[in-house]
């Protein structure tokens, strides 16, 4: 089923159909601006509530109350006059607020008055040895399957990290009677002191009775191993062991599933293509957007909400898409917004969102050697470069991430630096000397996903389109 | 590595893998589908030909592309199972005119 835009022009265009997407489309459509949302996913939830409208997992306590708000942020959307697009990949986004979107094979181009961007997080690179076996993943990709297929692991399966959804993961799995054999915590010993001047905060926040109670539920039925230092998985061809090293012993196990997290990161391929500026943020290790208290971007008419704003969590995201949205009403038609709750109510909801989020990012900080790997270690999976090919380029004068590309391709694979980009920074920065805010990132551009020629060639031209590439 | 609740309740979705029938569930993903039929799905990657299976499940890393209706190097993991759909895993890089 191919569903082109109904129209050429939106007063705003939401990418990302998250929470951030899903309560920004709301809002903008209910204060009746015309109001497009595109999304890249089979249905709306982004990953948080991934497959809210169609997840088999009927029995509601076992994704947890946290995931069933999403329903309800879908139903405001379906009853606002807000067009959806699903199964919509945005390829294009430029200074003019012109987009392309590639929908069942096919490239449409909208224009906005305002774009949103709700592009959201992906997790963090965990480049250890072996992290591109057969048999690992993603904590995120364990999740997604249960959400959206009821799968489970059911064989000896290891998850290993830190961050909250690594705690989530390991109770819904729990619950839906799947099999964790172990839990690596990686959390360094410091970070507990270097978090415990936040932590007021948080235990004042609704995140600590939940944070704490799914951790007891996991720990009643799981081996927890606190303190690991090093991680590695090895196999020939297919995940056979883990080895790790906690309290200064190095155990092996064999297993056929290791489930990886290590926090999130903002999504910043799209943002970034369209001349986003963001920064370096050295407590969150990863780039965020520049944006003002409405969201709004160094690019005047892109605003960005939700995590790919900064990492800030569900609740945040919500909050954060109102603002941007409304922010959006009152520059295109300020009388509407007297309809929607007053900026200063949302500031208020955000503040109170983003509570305990310092404790949060302090205590589950990933160490070092989890994020800067050496040697044989991959970190660019797409082109299969290794730690010691980064730093042999280094030594031989590759300066930054973009330099590195012409010695070794990282970063021009299919994914476009998504799962190497903040490792190749980091590594860099360490070789060189340099704060990865000096070192830079990746220059991003359109397509930020691939696209088949043929589908660009098939995009209608001009005469002007044909004059400007035709010589003679 | 990985089962179904019995919960599920969806109805099955037969597709094809490598010319074999397989039973998927709609509103399966492709690789979702690959990673519940406990068949070796590994694709190989077209650096060095080494074994992969899909990495993140939601749309970011590209290890689970694959072959799909006759159209090489689809996102495995937004794509959607439908009725008798043909899937290939795919060895190396995508092959000219798929």
């Known amino acids: ?103 069942g094979g096919a490239s449409a181009f909208v224009k906005a008055k305002r774009v949103i961007l709700a592009t959201g ?66 959390t360094e010993r410091g970070n507990y002191f270097a978090a415990l001047p936040h932590a007021f905060a948080f235990l004042t926040s609704p995140y600590f009775a939940k944070g704490l109670s799914m951790m007891r539920e996991v720990k009643a039925k799981v081996q927890v191993v606190s303190g690991v230092t090093e991680l590695a998985a090895s196999g020939d061809g297919q995940l056979a062991s883990v080895s790790y090293v906690a309290g200064g012993k190095r155990e092996t196990i064999p297993v056929d599933l290791l489930l990886l997290h290590q926090g999130v990161v903002p999504n910043v391929n799209l943002a970034m293509s369209a001349g986003v500026e963001h920064r370096w943020d050295d407590l969150q290790l990863c780039w965020s957007p520049v944006l003002d208290a409405s969201g709004n ?16 969590g569900a609740n945040a995201a919500v909050v954060r898409g109102r603002i941007a949205a409304r922010a959006a009403v009152e520059a295109l038609a300020l009388a509407t917004a007297a309809k929607l709750p007053a900026m200063a109510t949302l500031r208020v909801d955000l503040a109170r969102a983003e509570r305990g989020r310092v404790f949060l990012d302090t205590l589950f900080r ?11 270690t991959i970190v660019c999976r797409c082109e299969e470069v290794t730690a010691k090919d980064v730093l042999d380029s280094v030594a031989i004068g590759a300066t930054g991430p973009n330099q590195l590309k012409a010695y070794r391709r990282t970063g021009m694979g299919p994914c476009q630096g998504r799962l190497c980009g903040l490792t190749v920074t980091e590594l860099m920065a360490q070789a060189r000397g340099k704060t990865p805010q000096a070192i830079g990132y990746y220059r991003l551009r359109a397509p930020v996903k691939p696209i088949t020629l043929a589908e660009l060639a098939a995009v209608p031209k001009g005469e002007a389109d044909v004059k400007a590439v035709v010589r003679g | 590595m990985f089962k179904r609740s019995e919960q599920d309740k969806r109805p099955q979705v037969q597709i094809f893998v490598d ?66 759909m043909q899937i290939e895993i795919q060895k190396g890089k995508r092959e000219i005119g798929k």
């Open chain 2, 19 to 84: 010319g074999v029938a397989v039973a998927a569930r709609q509103g399966d993903t492709v690789s979702a589908a690959l990673l519940a039929s406990r068949r070796d799905v590994r694709r190989s990657t077209a650096v060095s030909g080494a074994p992969r299976l899909p990495y993140c499940m939601m749309g970011v890393c590209f290890d689970c592309l694959v072959t799909i209706d006759g159209v090489g190097n689809r996102q495995g993991c937004i794509v959607p199972v439908a009725e008798g």
């Open chain 1, 297 to 312: 971007s160094s690019v005047a008419g892109i605003a960005i909400a939700g995590d790919g704003a900064g990492i800030g």
């Open chain 1, 1 to 103: 089923m191919t569903m082109a835009p109904k129209r050429e022009d939106y007063d705003v265009v939401v990418i990302g159909a998250g929470p951030a997407g899903l309560a920004a489309a709301a809002t903008s459509a209910e204060a009746g601006l015309s109001t497009l949302l595109l999304d890249e996913n089979i249905g709306p939830g982004g990953q948080v509530f991934r497959a809210i409208s169609s997840t088999p997992v009927t029995e509601r306590s076992q994704l947890g109350a946290d995931y069933w708000v999403g329903a309800d942020l879908v139903q405001s959307l379906r009853a606002s006059n807000a067009e959806v697009i699903h199964r919509a990949t945005v390829w294009s986004l430029d200074r003019n607020l012109d987009i392309a979107v590639s929908i």
């Open chain 1, 121 to 186: 997080a992906l997790e963090r690179p965990f480049p250890i040895p072996g992290w591109t076996l057969p048999g690992v993943m993603t904590a995120g990709a364990a999740q997604t399957m249960l959400k959206s297929s009821a799968l489970v692991p059911d064989g000896r399966t290891v998850i290993a990290g830190q961050g909250p959804l690594l705690w989530l993961l390991a109770a819904q799995i729990l619950r839906l009677g799947g099999r964790i054999d172990r839990i690596l915590d990686t």
């Open chain 1, 366 to 376: 990933p160490a070092p050697q989890f994020r800067i790997p050496s040697g044989d």
